[in-house]
């Protein structure tokens, strides 16, 4: 270890135990790492309902493609999925919560922007899925692309990518529109519900899970146009690189898992394999648990808890689910998608 890292992990056990000594949930600065093991549950945030991201079961049990990375990170560093404490976070606080120490990490369908990391002090720790903002529109509209929405009524949530996506799109296009802004998602689905609008925009993802939840989803169509880039991410502190390291790291092994073969399935044949690049993910070789500050099989232990990108993927959003969205861009690099992650080695 280089004595710059040396220096950097003594003064974040530092700050931790600083923190944990006036009673502070989480320290905003270093050492979130040794504040979440000390606590022995990672406080995530997460949205206040996204149907397939992150969402309570009838059992109250909080499920979802977000919901499962918590779960993986708890995993990894705690040893236990269960020990994820979920903060709902409406967009317009989402990130003054996380900056303020009360989550350890955000993973609510946040998009990637240079104004968050740059103005916020955060960082995207990687992309876990490459969405793009959509509009759903009413049947009966007969409109089937995007660029014949000239004087549309929107309904859009405040604080959010889309708001400003939206305004982009109209502006570049020389079309108008009414806009109608509502603090919460919710009350933008209602509003188009109840006829205040013509359209509703959103993340693509986000609307195949709106349309089901119509009375009558069959007079809704999800319009064929992406107008904007949305890569969806965890989110944390920029100032706890450590911390940071850990959670992409996470992000990592999941995407790896599924190119190599590993799944929750198969991790117990993979604890024997004999191949080094398989070995290395168990900790078998290479030590690298060590380096992130947790157990040698941490990859293990995340993979056990929710399987591989793939199976959190077809479980909560492809074909295991009732949204039944196809991988597309989310697909691995050698499979025609853009998901591609560094090597644990
Ligand atoms: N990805 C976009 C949009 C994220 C977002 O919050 N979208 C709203 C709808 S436009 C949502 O999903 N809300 C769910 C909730 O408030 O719980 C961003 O990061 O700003």
Not at 269 to 287: I, N
């Amino acid at each position: 270890m280089s004595k710059a890292s040396r220096i950097h992990r003594r003064y974040a056990g530092l700050v931790a135990a600083a923190a944990m000594a006036i009673g502070l949930s989480a320290p905003a600065g270093a050492g979130t790492l040794e504040a979440v093991k000390q606590r022995g549950t990672l406080n995530c945030g997460v949205s206040e309902g996204l149907n397939g991201f992150s969402d309570k079961d009838p059992q109250g049990n909080w499920v979802g493609f977000d919901v499962d990375f918590c779960r993986a990170v708890a995993a990894a560093v705690l040893g236990d999925p269960q020990k994820v404490s979920f903060t709902p976070l409406s967009a317009g606080q989402r990130f003054e919560v996380l900056k303020a120490g009360k989550v350890d990490l955000l993973s609510r369908n946040s998009s990637w922007t240079l104004g968050r990391e740059a103005e916020l002090g955060l960082a995207f720790a990687g992309i876990t899925y490459h969405d793009g903002q959509g509009f759903l529109a009413k049947r009966a509209l007969g409109v089937e692309d995007a660029l014949k929405l000239d004087k549309a009524k929107v309904c859009v949530e405040a604080g959010t990518t889309t708001q400003f996506n939206l305004a982009d799109f109209f502006r570049a296009n020389s079309m108008t529109y009414e806009e109608k802004t509502f603090p919460s998602a919710a009350e933008a689905f209602a509003a188009f519900q109840s006829g205040q609008c013509d359209v509703l925009t959103r993340d693509q993802s986000a609307l195949h899970g709106e349309r089901l939840r119509l009375a009558k989803p069959s007079e809704a169509i999800v319009l064929p146009d992406v107008i904007s880039k949305e890569p969806l991410g965890p989110v944390v502190r920029s100032d706890d690189f450590p911390w940071f390291t850990v959670v992409k790291w996470v992000n990592f092994a999941l995407i790896n898992a599924e190119e190599l073969g590993i799944s929750s399935s198969t991790i117990d044949d993979a604890l024997k394999s004999q191949k080094p690049d398989v070995r290395r993910f168990t900790g078998a070789e290479g030590g690298f648990g060590k380096g992130l500050g947790l157990d040698a099989d941490w990859a293990v232990k995340a993979v056990k808890a929710t399987g591989s990108y793939a199976e959190i993927y077809e479980r909560n959003l492809g074909a295991g689910s009732k949204l039944g969205i196809p991988r597309g861009l989310n697909q691995l690099w050698n499979m025609g998608g853009v998901l591609y992650a560094p090597p644990l080695r």
